[in-house]
C-alpha cells in the first residue's frame, strides 16, 4: 500500500471503491448534498436558488418541458424543476440519494422519473429531450473515452433545438496546487466509523490538467481505496468535443447561473444546441 501511493496511477483507473457508492461515505455524502450553506456535493442553496431562476428563464417550461438530470443526486434540482411544472427524469447510481429524492417527491406529491443507475451504461437515447442537465462539474471525472460517449449519447437524446447545459472546472481552480501526501487517523467521521489510518495523496498528472486524489483507508483486516479523479479544461477543448459529438450552436458562461464569461473563473457552463 505504501509503495503503491508512491507509484503513478494510470490515468483514470477506477479504484476498488467509490465515494458515491460506499455505504458510510455515500450517507456523508447526502448530508453534504443537503447543507445549504456548504458546496460539498451540491453547491449552496443560494447558489442552486439563482441557477434554477436563470434556467427557467432562459428555458422556460413551455418549450423546454422535458428535462433529464443526470447525475440528479438527492434531487435539489429535480424536484424545483418539478415544481415549476418541467417534466422530470433524474438519473444518479446512488440508490441512497435517490430513495431520497423518491421520499421528497412523494411527500411533495410530484411525479418524477428517479432512476437508479450509471447513465454511462443507460441507454437513454431516444427520448427526444429538450433539456439535458450535467451540474456541478461532473464532466471533468468522466475518462476521456466515457466523456466522448456521454456526448454522443446526450445529443441523441435531445430533441431538435433541445439544449445541454453543464459546467466544468477550468485550471483556476488548482493555480495553488501543491502535490501533497499525508496521513492520518480517522474515527467517527466523514471517512469511517471504525478508527483507521488513512493515507492519502493529491497528485498532479504531466499534462497539468488532470489531478487525482488518491485516498487508502487501512483497518486491521481490510482496507478500501478510493480514486477522484477530476480534468480541468479550457473554452477550446469543450468546445471541440461538443462539436466533434454533432453540437454546432454554443454559449459559454462562467457558471451556471448564467454569469457573463470572466477571464479567471474556476467555472465555465456551456449551453450546447442540438
Ligand atoms: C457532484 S454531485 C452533483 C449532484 C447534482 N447534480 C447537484 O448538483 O446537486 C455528482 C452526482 O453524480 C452522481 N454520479 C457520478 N457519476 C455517475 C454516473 N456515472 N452515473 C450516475 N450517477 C453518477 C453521484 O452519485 C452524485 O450524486
New binding site residues.
Given amino acids: 500500500m505504501f509503495e503503491f501511493i508512491k507509484e503513478e496511477v494510470p490515468v483514470f483507473s477506477q479504484s476498488r471503491d467509490s465515494i458515491?457508492l460506499d455505504p458510510h461515505i455515500a450517507q456523508q455524502?447526502l448530508m453534504a448534498?443537503l447543507d445549504i450553506k456548504g458546496d460539498g456535493?451540491?453547491?449552496n442553496l443560494a447558489f442552486?436558488e439563482a441557477s434554477l431562476q436563470w434556467l427557467k428563464k432562459k428555458f422556460p417550461v413551455k418549450q423546454f418541458t422535458k428535462v433529464l438530470?443526470?447525475?440528479?443526486?438527492?434531487g435539489?434540482?429535480s424536484q424545483r424543476l418539478a415544481e415549476a411544472g418541467y417534466q422530470v427524469t433524474g438519473?444518479?447510481?446512488?440508490a441512497n440519494?435517490i430513495a431520497y429524492a423518491q421520499k421528497k417527491a412523494a411527500e411533495k406529491n410530484l411525479l418524477i422519473d428517479y432512476q437508479v443507475?450509471?447513465?454511462?451504461q443507460t441507454n437513454f437515447s431516444k427520448e427526444n429531450y429538450q433539456l439535458v442537465?450535467?451540474?456541478?462539474?461532473?464532466f471533468g471525472?468522466?475518462a476521456p473515452e466515457s466523456r466522448k460517449k456521454l456526448l454522443k449519447q446526450v445529443y441523441e437524446s435531445l430533441a431538435d433545438g433541445g439544449q445541454f447545459i453543464f459546467d466544468v472546472f477550468t485550471s483556476e481552480k488548482y493555480q495553488n496546487f501543491v502535490p501533497t501526501k499525508t496521513w492520518s487517523i480517522e474515527e467517527d467521521n466523514f471517512w469511517t466509523v471504525e478508527s483507521c489510518l488513512h493515507l492519502e495523496a493529491n497528485k498532479r498528472y504531466p499534462d497539468k490538467q488532470t489531478y487525482l486524489a488518491q485516498h487508502y483507508l487501512l483497518y486491521p483486516d481490510h482496507h478500501k481505496e478510493f480514486f477522484i479523479w477530476e480534468s480541468v479544461f479550457n473554452q477550446q477543448q469543450i468546445k471541440a468535443a461538443l462539436s466533434e459529438a454533432g453540437f454546432s450552436q454554443i454559449e459559454i458562461y462562467s457558471d451556471i447561473r448564467g454569469e457573463k464569461l470572466k477571464q479567471h473563473s474556476e467555472t465555465m457552463c456551456f449551453v450546447a444546441k442540438k
Fill in positions: 458515491w455524502m448534498h456535493a451540491t453547491r442552486v438530470d443526470l447525475g440528479c443526486g438527492p435539489i434540482y438519473i444518479d447510481f446512488s440519494s443507475g450509471n447513465y454511462l442537465l450535467l451540474i456541478y462539474c461532473d471525472v468522466l
